[in-house]
């Protein structure tokens, strides 16, 4: 039978579920309002004075100042929606996933180039395997 909290267990990887959903609401939210270029100018301009309007954790906020792409993942945030952020920095996605794995942007684009991530390895955080 399938158990939800199977989905924690897949070694560097956060599948964005309904809970996850639930609890980055606002911060998805935030993320949208920055397709419009008013809002993106304001956020750009004072990232905290803009993230206060919104309802977001604590947690939440620190991390977009921070620009930690897995901390917000980890609170709720969905990657589509996160891009807003690094567009409103100016940044490519591909910059963006390059810190999110802890590699350059050089070393992120040969490892993609060769097929991504080996399959290889650890594949339970529980089982150790």
Not at 68 to 80: E, V
Not at 103 to 128: D, H, K, N, Q
Request: net charge negative; glycine share 8%; with cysteine.
């Amino acid at each position: 039978m399938f158990d939800a909290s199977d989905l924690d267990d897949i070694p560097g990887t956060t599948v964005f579920t309904a809970a996850r959903s639930h609890e980055g609401f606002h911060l998805n939210q935030f993320c949208m309002s920055l397709k419009d270029p008013q809002s993106r100018s304001r956020f750009v301009r004072d990232n905290r004075a803009y993230l206060d309007e919104w309802p977001m954790t604590d947690q939440q906020k620190r991390a977009v100042i921070d620009r930690d792409y897995n901390a917000m993942i980890a609170l709720g945030g969905n990657i589509y929606f996160l891009a807003k952020i690094f567009a409103a920095d100016g940044q490519s996605f591909q910059t963006a996933a390059a810190s999110m794995t802890g590699m350059t942007v050089e070393e992120y684009a040969a490892m993609m180039l060769r097929g991504g991530r080996s399959p290889e390895g650890l594949r339970s955080i529980r089982e150790g395997r």
